[in-house]
């Protein structure tokens, strides 16, 4: 049960995260600058698998139209989730608004994760028991890596590394997400991108936790380590087949239940800033289409939510 905590933060607390730690297995300067991922073409990645399941929501007023659309950060490159009310809402846009605006910003991101992400002063081998160590090095050894090569690691970032290697291992990379392929497709209009966060502020929601919370979530990934791909298979399918509902429960409530500090820092606080956001946007005018993760527009905390509860109609585009 406890593994949503794991599985939540390692595919949902940002593209740009999860693109990096997917690659920056090692500690040391040189392997974060060596590992990192070069930036998507926008002329490579325009399109993705039809299907019909993903939600999408639209706010209108008298001179604004903003589209809501729910992503999943990591994918398999068949899953089916393009379809033509995404395609005629995305083509109708004239900006396009992301969690953040630039999500290949390898060299600005690598600073963040070695002064947020190493804590040589504080290693893991401090913080953990002899079985836990043994566990991260068997999880380590895995994917390629060593519990002692993840040693400086802070807590939450040796997390969400094994994570992403684990669900990286079975398929499913962040070069195939909702988020990535949208990203590339609004590069290449030459429309204008934004985002609702900076990289930094992104990074720092989960490095500035609480060390018990990133414990937490660190203890829980290595009990499920293997479990891992098979919950994200979960998830996929429930928002690629629409049903908000159920991934409310395997997102947002487990999550509310099992670690509210999570919930808040992860969800509730940033919905709650995006929601301020959206209604600067509806003061303007024009379209919009908005990109954020899937678990942001799911739940009592949802941005529609809060939306409805600032007076603003939410609805539902089905054709």
Known sequence: MIRRLWSRASVSVAASTAVLAAALLAPTTPAFAQAAPAAVDPAAVVAAPAGSGPRLWVVKDEDSTLYLFGTVHVLKPETPWGSAKLDRAFASADEYW???????????AVPIFQAKGVSPDRPLSSLLTAEELADLDAAARQVGSTGAALDPLRPWFAALQL????????????????DQVLHARAAATGKPIKG?????????????MSEEAQLAMLRSGLKEFDQAPEFLGRMVGAWSTGDVDGLDALIGREMKDQS???YDVMLTRRNADWTQQIMTLLEGSGTAFISVGAGH???????????????????????
């Not at 994570?163 to 909702?178: D, V």
């Not at 941005?303 to 054709?319: N, P, S, T």
């Open 98 to 108: 992301f969690e953040i605006a630039d999500l290949n910003d390898v060299a600005g």
């Open 163 to 178: 994570a992403i290697a684990s669900i990286s291992k079975a398929g499913y990379l962040p070069q195939n997400g909702g």
């Open 196 to 208: 609702f966060e900076t990289m930094s502020q992104q990074i720092g929601l989960i490095a500035d």
């Open 260 to 262: 509210p500090e999570m």
């Open 297 to 319: 527009l799911a739940g009592a905390d949802s941005v529609q939510a809060m939306l409805a509860k600032r007076g603003v109609k939410v609805e539902e585009v089905r054709d």
